[in-house]
C-alpha cells in the first residue's frame, strides 16, 4: 500500500485568491500519487477586508493547519509572496518533530516559501520596506486602510511571463486588501523551529526581485534550509506548473 502523501495547504500571496492556485491543485491531484492540496481565503483580502483584524490571517492559517494535524495529517505549508509572514508564524507547537515527542501523529512537516517575505520577529513588512508603502501597484482608499490592484501594473510585474489572455485573467482575479497586512509585526517566526524549511527562488521575478529573495534567505539560513530555483517571474504555480510539482513531490 502506498503511504499517504502530506497534505500541502497554499496560503495565497497579497491580493492573491485561492482561484490563484487552481492549476497547480489540480496539477497535483492528477499526479500517479496524487498529492491533495487546498488553498485558504485570507480574511485581510476580498470582501471582508474593510473589517479584517490585524492577525486574522494568522488565525485562519493556523486554525486549517491545526484542523489536519489532529486528524493525523503531515502537511506541507507554503506561503507565498506576502503570505510567508502569516505562515511562519503558524508554524511552531504544529512541527511533527514536537507532536511525535508528545505521542501525537501528524503535523507540519516542511514549510515552503515561493518568492516569500522572510520576516524576523518584531519586523512588519513595511518596516523591512523602509516605511514606503503603500507600493506602487496599488491604489488606497477607505481612509487609507483598502489597498486595490492596478490591473495593468500588476500584469507586468506579477504575471509578465504568461500568455497575454493569460496576465488580463489572473490579474482580473486580484483583490482588494487590508493594509493591515504590511503594519502588522511578525511575533513567534519559525526560523528556530525543528521542521524543514525550503525557499524556492524565483528569478525572473519583477515582483520581488531576486537580489531581496537572497538577502532575505541569507538573514535566516542555517541547517534545517533548502532552497530550489526556478526561471519565473511572481507566480510559478502559474506560468510553471510541471517544475513547481517537480519540486513539491521531492517533499511530499
Given amino acids: 500500500?502506498?503511504?499517504?502523501?502530506?497534505?500541502?495547504?497554499?496560503?495565497?500571496?497579497?491580493?492573491?485568491?485561492?482561484?490563484?492556485?487552481?492549476?497547480?491543485?489540480?496539477?497535483?491531484?492528477?499526479?500517479?500519487?496524487?498529492?491533495?492540496?487546498?488553498?485558504?481565503?485570507?480574511?485581510?483580502?476580498?470582501?471582508?477586508?474593510?473589517?479584517?483584524?490585524?492577525?486574522?490571517?494568522?488565525?485562519?492559517?493556523?486554525?486549517?493547519?491545526?484542523?489536519?494535524?489532529?486528524?493525523?495529517?503531515?502537511?506541507?505549508?507554503?506561503?507565498?509572496?506576502?503570505?510567508?509572514?502569516?505562515?511562519?508564524?503558524?508554524?511552531?507547537?504544529?512541527?511533527?518533530?514536537?507532536?511525535q515527542k508528545e505521542g501525537k501523529a501528524g503535523g507540519i512537516v516542511r514549510v515552503v516559501f515561493i518568492a516569500a517575505f522572510l520576516l524576523p520577529d518584531g519586523m512588519s513588512t513595511m518596516q523591512y520596506s523602509g516605511g514606503r508603502l503603500p507600493p506602487p501597484w496599488v491604489t488606497v482608499d477607505e481612509g487609507g486602510v483598502l489597498w486595490r490592484p492596478k490591473r495593468d501594473l500588476c500584469m507586468k510585474l506579477f504575471f509578465q511571463d504568461l500568455p497575454p489572455a493569460e496576465q488580463e485573467r489572473w490579474a482580473d482575479e486580484l483583490v482588494v486588501a487590508n493594509r493591515n497586512n504590511c503594519t502588522t509585526p511578525v511575533r513567534r517566526a519559525c526560523w528556530d523551529v525543528d521542521v524543514a524549511k525550503t525557499y524556492v527562488v524565483t528569478t525572473k521575478d519583477l515582483g520581488m526581485p531576486l537580489e531581496r529573495q537572497r538577502t532575505m534567505m541569507k538573514d535566516v539560513w542555517d541547517e534545517s534550509w533548502s532552497a530550489d530555483e526556478i526561471g519565473s517571474g511572481h507566480a510559478p504555480f502559474l506560468s510553471k506548473v510541471a517544475e513547481l510539482v517537480e519540486i513539491l513531490e521531492r517533499y511530499a
Fill in 1 to 99: 500500500m502506498t503511504p499517504d502523501r502530506a497534505t500541502i495547504v497554499w496560503v495565497p500571496g497579497l491580493l492573491y485568491t485561492p482561484a490563484h492556485y487552481t492549476p497547480i491543485i489540480a496539477a497535483l491531484a492528477a499526479l500517479p500519487v496524487p498529492i491533495p492540496s487546498l488553498s485558504i481565503p485570507m480574511p485581510n483580502y476580498g470582501p471582508g477586508a474593510p473589517s479584517a483584524l490585524p492577525y486574522d490571517d494568522l488565525t485562519l492559517v493556523r486554525a486549517t493547519c491545526s484542523d489536519l494535524v489532529d486528524a493525523g495529517k503531515d502537511v506541507i505549508l507554503i506561503g507565498h509572496s506576502y503570505s510567508g509572514v502569516p505562515v511562519c508564524q503558524a508554524v511552531r507547537g504544529l512541527e511533527r518533530s514536537l507532536r
